[in-house]
């Protein structure tokens, strides 16, 4: 085989590696992604379990930089605190390593089943056997690109150039690390790249040391792809977790080159499969840095926040003003902080109605766009709002102060629910229409726009119910839902009219309009479900069903 034949056939194989691990990732995500963001979210109150949980969630997705994101992520947003977002990723780390040590073995005759098996499922039509058919196909490719880069490079193992080039290679650590730390930054995988390093030892392509010093950059590399992607905004506290495992990263590799000149020919020793010494390298380096690093997380990350201090924008809308710390040994206190937070849910929820009656006359895409970032603003001051009161103590609350819990939480999740309908379906159908190049009649313009005024008096009405807690107010804002029904009946029942008779150009906005009027009503449910309802049903105002009872 020729010499450029060969390369093309080199990086063929390389291609073919990258789409594996990528269908592996995929399939796994597919099939178990939000359960893998729950079990990192329930475990992340103890390092200990925290690094089992970021070891477990990276061996099942073969990505540390997928959990260094997704943990990355969290951290930003507030969700987690920082010993245990460290702890997350010193195990993303070593369960990487899992799958290397798998695949360290010879299981190349497995390719072919686990394809077969793999397309067998995925023809099939639901979307579990799809995904796991995903990994398995992921799974056999992998093991025939490894296997043919075996194939491949055996005729050129003794051609003296080569030879020459990774004797000089060799003799650079320091420029090996740097080569595979810009290779796995590029690949976005520490797994594949590793598994190349793998086929070149395996082979005497690369001599051993080289091979060591190559899989340290791929760990160095591998700390990347999180800081430069998962931390956004200008707030320095959003890259501490990223930062915090590049440093340590940085630390283990630096210490290892020191060391490796000693330490690399005991391990040749040790196994005399250099596809397996590379991988037991590779698995012993992450194991020495977990525990050197695990115990020292706390004054570690006390180093980080003095490093990266929260910055904190007085001007940033989705920033808590009354969740006070220091409230929550006062429960009274601390749930009226909580109170007047949830306010200003429903002051954001009148600005992105407001918004919306604007996109509705004017279809600005602008305005769209700004309106439909309000929801984050939202999202953000409601996880705020939950994570704070679920952090009181629950048994210095009274009946009293649980009552108004219970209607704190409805108010902030009905506000939440009811923003997501504004941003997802009601300025979807505005967007829709626009880039249809679509407009609803002027009648039924009017009956938006009515229902949209209607409904920005029934917020600011659930607004001071939530704070007065008048129990004539909650009977007057809960009549409003019947009367939403009746205004939806009547604009429905005119539209059809409106079609029947002709009077408008064309039926294409008929199904727009319709869902317009059904969310518009829906957004008005949650503003009586979250305002009135626990008021009545504390006060046992409300009926437990509308079924007749003769029924």
Do not use: C
Request: hydrophobic share 50%; proline share 4%.
């Amino acid at each position: 085989m020729s010499f450029p034949l060969t390369l093309v056939t080199l990086a063929g194989s390389v291609a073919l590696l990258l789409w594996g691990v990528r269908m592996v990732q995929t399939g796994v995500q597919r099939a178990f992604g939000a359960r893998l963001r729950s079990v990192l979210g329930h475990t992340l109150q103890n390092r200990l379990k925290a690094f089992l949980a970021g070891a477990g969630v990276t061996a099942i997705l073969q990505s540390s930089t997928a959990t260094g994101l997704m943990i990355t992520g969290f951290a930003a947003g507030g969700l987690v605190e920082l010993v245990p977002a460290l702890a997350v990723m010193l195990g993303a780390n070593v369960g990487t390593t899992l799958i290397v040590q798998v695949l360290s073995f010879n299981v190349n005759e497995a390719a072919p089943a686990l394809i077969l098996v793999g397309v067998m499922m995925f023809q099939r039509a639901s979307a579990g056997p799809r995904d796991f058919g995903r990994v398995l196909i992921g799974l056999g490719l992998i093991l025939m690109a490894l296997n043919q880069f075996v194939e491949v490079l055996s005729p050129y193992e003794h051609v003296p150039t080569l030879s020459q080039l990774l004797g000089a290679i060799s003799t650079q650590p320091l420029l090996d690390v740097l080569l595979a730390a810009g290779l796995t930054w590029a690949v976005h995988s520490s797994v594949a790249v590793v598994l190349v390093i793998m086929s070149f030892a395996a082979n005497g392509t690369v001599p051993l040391g080289a091979a060591f010093a190559l899989v340290l950059g791929a760990n160095l590399g591998t700390a990347i792809n999180p800081v430069l992607e998962g931390a956004t905004g200008d707030n320095p506290a959003a890259r501490r977790v990223p930062l915090g495992n590049l440093v340590n990263r940085v630390i283990g590799v630096a210490v290892a080159l020191v060391l490796l000149p000693h330490i690399g020919p005991w391990l040749a020793h040790l196994d005399r499969d250099s596809g397996r010494a590379v991988a037991d390298f590779h698995t012993a380096f992450n194991l020495l840095l977990a525990v050197l690093f695990l115990p020292f997380l706390d004054p570690y990350a006390a180093l980080l926040r003095r490093w990266l201090p929260a910055r904190i924008d007085q001007a940033d809308p989705s920033r808590p003003l009354y969740l006070d710390p220091a409230a929550r040994e006062a429960p009274v206190v601390a749930l009226g902080g909580a109170g007047r937070e949830a306010l200003r849910l429903a002051d954001v929820l009148d600005s992105m109605l407001t918004g919306l009656h604007d996109a509705f006359e004017r279809s600005d895409r602008r305005l769209i766009a700004e309106t439909r970032r309000l929801d984050d603003v939202i999202d953000k001051l409601n996880r705020a709002i939950k994570a704070y009161i679920t952090s009181l103590d629950a048994g210095a609350l009274s009946d009293a102060d649980h009552r108004r819990v219970r209607e704190i939480l409805a108010f902030a999740t009905n506000m939440e629910q009811a923003a997501d309908i504004v941003a997802k379906d009601l300025l979807g159908i505005v967007s829709k229409r626009l880039k249809r190049g679509l407009s609803f009649s002027e009648s039924g313009q009017a009956d938006l726009m009515q229902l949209l005024d209607r409904l920005l008096a029934n917020v600011r009405a659930a607004a001071s119910l939530f704070m007065t807690g008048d129990e004539r107010a909650a009977r007057l804002l809960a009549s409003e839902k019947e009367t939403f029904r009746s205004l939806e009946a009547a604009a429905t029942e005119a539209h059809f009219e409106r079609l029947r008779s002709g009077r408008i150009d064309t039926a294409e906005t008929t199904a727009l309009h319709l869902d317009a009027l059904r969310y518009l009503k829906d957004v008005n449910a949650h503003l009586v479900a979250g305002a009135a309802y626990p008021l009545l049903e504390s006060k046992g105002e409300l009926l437990a069903s509308r079924l007749r009872l003769d029924m």
